[in-house]
């Protein structure tokens, strides 16, 4: 911007002028930055707004069907992924309805623990685990157990092709913990693991699950299930994808 000198004999109106273009100039000068869009926010997924469907008197075989309320899925768009804990079946998708309900019906028995998980374009929710009671018409949210017994991530790890991640298991129980060796649920994924051996981790110890991804493989998901054997009886499920 030049260096505008105000002349002695200048009129008042004629330095206002000066002055004026200097702003002018100036203003121009600056170039504001396009801002980046914010990430779209992580799906929430309702958990408890999932019920079992009675399948009254009708050979259905063996067949589960889940209905979803109103407002499960928020916002209410995108692709639920279904999967049969208890089962090697691929995983199912069903369409989310505009109000954030949806209705599914898959292979599956009672007493099984079925995993539903919301996903917009690749961004995904939290997964949420149903445990079919042995009438099969009651379905109950699983929670962790014990619940002194923290995985981190807890339910899902998304990985980067050829990566690697740890899962940190950290023992906050007053007793040992034992855990059965790890294993996939399908095995179809191109994910490795280790340790592949039972686990053992005394009162206030951490141990880690080393997940890898590497090559070309005919699916992009996969289960990591890891069974708790003491103190008490229970699994822990760990949700693995990869881009497609």
């Known amino acids: 911007m030049s260096l505008l000198l105000r002349s002695p004999h200048a009129k008042p109106v004629d330095t206002l002028c000066r002055w004026a273009i200097a702003i002018?100039?100036?203003?121009?000068?600056?170039?504001?930055?396009?801002?980046?869009s914010p990430p779209d926010?992580?799906?929430?997924?309702?958990?408890?707004?999932?019920?079992?469907?009675?399948?009254?008197?009708?050979?259905?075989?063996?067949?589960?069907?889940?209905?979803?309320?109103?407002?499960?899925?928020?916002?209410?768009?995108?692709?639920?992924?279904?999967?049969?804990?208890?089962?090697?079946?691929?995983?199912?998708r069903v369409a989310v309805r505009s109000d954030g309900s949806f209705t599914i019906a898959l292979a599956g028995l009672p007493g099984d623990t079925v995993r539903f998980q919301v996903d917009q374009d690749g961004n995904r929710s939290e997964p949420a685990d149903v445990e079919?009671?042995?009438?099969?018409?009651v379905g109950t949210l699983v929670e962790d157990a014990p619940a002194c017994l923290t995985f981190a991530p807890a339910r899902y790890l998304p990985l980067a092709a050829s990566a690697a991640h740890s899962i940190v298991i950290r023992n906050d129980c007053s007793e040992t913990v034992s855990l059965g060796a790890p294993r996939l649920r399908r095995g179809l994924g191109p994910f490795t693991f280790s340790p592949t051996a039972p686990i053992q981790i005394a009162a206030g110890d951490v141990a880690f699950i080393t997940v890898r991804s590497s090559g070309e493989a005919d699916e992009h998901e996969d289960v990591l299930l890891v069974d708790v054997l003491a103190p008490v009886i229970a699994r822990r499920a760990v949700t693995l994808t990869v881009p497609d």
Do not use: H
Request: glycine fraction near 12%; charged fraction near 20%.
């Open 24 to 36: 002018s100039l100036a203003l121009t000068s600056c170039v504001v930055s396009p801002q980046p």
């Open 41 to 92: 926010p992580e799906p929430d997924l309702d958990g408890g707004g999932i019920g079992v469907l009675d399948p009254g008197t009708e050979d259905i075989g063996y067949l589960l069907t889940f209905e979803a309320a109103p407002g499960t899925v928020d916002p209410a768009r995108g692709t639920v992924i279904v999967t049969n804990l208890d089962l090697d079946d691929a995983p199912s």
């Open 132 to 137: 079919v009671d042995a009438t099969g018409q």
